[in-house]
């Protein structure tokens, strides 16, 4: 497996970079409700939705602006050999196909759990689908790389849309889940499934909303 390396020169380069090129696309990025409160978690493991090209920039926006953590980010081995500048910024591969790579992966994410200070991204649905499609498929293999997580860590779903409105640049729209527990959500899979696609439906709800949106792109925090 490739493993993250994180560079602070290449963090630089690629925060200046992606603002760019988000606020080039977007027109606002609105967080339609608050972040649970993170301090006393050791380590922070997101399920966000995979819906397009956009979403790792999109967590690494909030992690910056919000979260403010370590940030390390799974991704498929033949993407990142592509996009191998990731690394640097904190991706690191698994292969689905390969169950010795499953290990080494999931064995690398405890590593990254005793990290007090972290956060992991991990995309449950594995590839992109579309983000109205119900149900959403779920692979079940977060299960497996939550086992022997730190006791003091916690997942959450943190959930983005994209939508047009009144000006000619779409907005991004961002939803946070509570955080549960590492052995809760393997104990009661099915459960944590449907909290993420509930997360779905109020970010719909909420992103109709005219008020009380936070925007990440003027630093309302």
Not at 69 to 91: N, P, V
Not at 92 to 97: A, G, H, I, K
Not at 99 to 126: F, H, M, W
Request: glycine share 4%; with cysteine.
């Amino acid at each position: 497996m490739i493993k993250a390396e994180h560079n602070k020169a290449a963090r630089l380069i690629f925060d200046v970079y992606i603002d760019r090129l988000l606020k080039k696309n977007f027109s606002s990025f609105f967080l339609v409700n608050e972040c649970p409160e993170i301090k006393n978690i050791n380590s922070l493991i997101v399920t966000p939705n995979h819906f397009s090209w956009w979403d790792g920039f999109f967590i690494d926006l909030v992690n910056r602006k919000v979260l403010r953590r370590k940030i390390h980010i799974m991704m498929l081995e033949d993407q990142l050999k592509k996009y191998w500048f990731f690394r640097y910024l904190g991706a690191y591969s698994v292969r689905q196909e390969n169950p010795k790579c499953i290990i080494e992966t999931a064995a690398y994410s405890r590593e990254i759990s005793d990290i007090p200070g972290t956060l992991n991204v991990i995309y449950p649905q594995g590839e992109i689908e579309s983000y109205e499609k119900r149900p959403l498929s779920f692979k079940f293999g977060l299960r497996f790389f939550l086992r022997g997580i730190a006791g003091n860590s916690a997942v959450a779903p943190v959930l983005f849309k994209i939508k047009y409105g009144e000006v000619m640049k779409p907005s991004v729209y961002c939803w946070f889940g509570e955080l549960v527990s590492p052995k809760d959500v393997i104990a009661d899979f099915a459960r944590y499934l449907k909290n993420l696609e509930y997360g779905l439906d109020q970010l719909n709800i909420l992103s109709e909303r005219k008020t009380s949106m936070k925007d990440l792109f003027r630093n309302e925090l």
